[in-house]
């Protein structure tokens, strides 16, 4: 297709009608990079996403940063989550639609989570993952600095029996400032996750996958909790009983059990604060 221009006098016109026309591609590239919403989701979602930003910081798992997740439940290329709040504030009216490209539905000119392609990049590498934890819990980093490797201590995290590897951000991306600032270091990080329900990020903390809020949120409490016990094991001396292989694997048929009692009085205590 060809365009036409009205024959133009002088230089300044064809410069005024070149940039009113550069004016008018760009605002429509603009309309069309804003991604459809998949629309509306059940209240009783929002409610458990918002809840679990609140039991995640009341359980220590989460400060001021880190952040959680779960993926649209009528489209796997939308994901939720919290514009730029610390998790124990975040409320209804915080969460958010994005792509996954972790662009905005609606921006409303809020400030959002730098680490969100995180979130982005995990959901379409892994279709299985439902909900994603980002945390800094300070139990985690000595197995992401030093050689030892975290392995199942505790019953409530078998789940660590399939190994947890370690994502090296040097390796990558040489130099930078440690933190997943786009896409392409996004999905370096889901690489090194590959299949595994959770990677440590060496100097950083950890990311945490799941099928669910809940299941996320229970490995993200036990996560850090078998970090402890592990570390607590080795300071006694002597030889450290793991779990064997085929308990984790009889332990993890059964994963799930139990832990809707767990969910009820984690939220009723989170939820019971201001
Ligand atoms: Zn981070």
Same mark, same amino acid.
């Given at each position: 297709m060809?365009? !036409?221009?009205?024959?133009l006098?002088?230089? #300044?016109t064809m410069l005024?009608a070149v940039c009113?026309?550069?004016?008018l591609?760009?605002?429509g590239?603009?309309?069309?990079?804003?991604p459809?919403s998949?629309g509306?989701?059940?209240?009783?979602l929002?409610?458990?996403l918002?809840?679990? /930003?609140?039991?995640?910081?009341?359980?220590?798992?989460?400060?001021?940063?880190?952040h959680?997740?779960v993926r649209h439940?009528?489209? @796997? /290329?939308?994901?939720l989550?919290?514009? *730029?709040? $610390?998790?124990?504030?975040? *409320?209804a009216?915080?969460i958010?639609?994005?792509d996954?490209d972790? /662009?905005?539905?609606e &921006? %409303?000119?809020? *400030?959002?989570? !730098?680490?969100r392609?995180?979130?982005g990049?995990i959901?379409?590498a #892994?279709?299985?993952?439902?909900?994603?934890?980002? !945390?800094? $819990?300070?139990?985690?980093?000595?197995?992401?600095i030093?050689?030892?490797?975290?392995k199942p201590v505790?019953?409530?995290s078998?789940?660590v029996?399939?190994?947890?590897p370690v994502?090296?951000i040097?390796?990558?991306?040489g130099m930078?400032?440690?933190?997943?600032r786009d896409r392409?270091?996004g999905?370096?990080?889901?690489?090194?996750?590959?299949s &595994?329900?959770?990677a440590l990020?060496?100097g950083?903390?950890?990311?945490i996958?799941?099928?669910?809020?809940q299941?996320?949120v229970?490995?993200s409490i036990?996560?850090?909790?078998?970090?402890t016990?592990?570390?607590?094991?080795?300071?006694?001396?002597? @030889?450290? !009983?793991?779990?064997?292989?085929?308990?984790?694997q009889?332990?993890?048929?059964r994963?799930?059990y139990?832990?809707g #009692?767990a969910?009820?009085?984690?939220k #009723? %205590?989170?939820? $019971?604060k @201001?």
């Amino acid at each position: 297709m060809s365009i !036409t221009l009205p024959s133009l006098r002088g230089g #300044r016109t064809m410069l005024v009608a070149v940039c009113a026309l550069i004016s008018l591609c760009a605002g429509g590239a603009a309309a069309q990079q804003a991604p459809a919403s998949a629309g509306p989701v059940d209240p009783q979602l929002i409610d458990d996403l918002v809840a679990a /930003n609140r039991i995640l910081a009341d359980q220590g798992v989460l400060d001021g940063w880190g952040h959680v997740s779960v993926r649209h439940p009528r489209d @796997p /290329n939308r994901y939720l989550l919290s514009r *730029s709040r $610390a998790p124990e504030l975040v *409320s209804a009216d915080d969460i958010m639609e994005f792509d996954l490209d972790s /662009n905005p539905v609606e &921006h %409303k000119g809020r *400030s959002l989570y !730098t680490e969100r392609v995180i979130h982005g990049e995990i959901y379409k590498a #892994r279709p299985d993952v439902m909900a994603i934890v980002h !945390t800094h $819990a300070p139990a985690l980093i000595p197995f992401g600095i030093s050689k030892v490797p975290l392995k199942p201590v505790y019953h409530r995290s078998a789940f660590v029996s399939v190994g947890i590897p370690v994502f090296e951000i040097r390796e990558r991306a040489g130099m930078t400032d440690m933190l997943i600032r786009d896409r392409a270091l996004g999905h370096a990080l889901a690489d090194a996750l590959g299949s &595994h329900p959770a990677a440590l990020m060496r100097g950083h903390g950890a990311v945490i996958v799941g099928p669910s809020i809940q299941r996320v949120v229970g490995r993200s409490i036990f996560l850090p909790l078998n970090a402890t016990l592990q570390m607590q094991a080795a300071a006694l001396g002597g @030889p450290v !009983t793991y779990l064997d292989p085929e308990e984790a694997q009889k332990i993890e048929a059964r994963e799930g059990y139990g832990l809707g #009692r767990a969910w009820e009085a984690w939220k #009723r %205590k989170a939820m $019971a604060k @201001p």
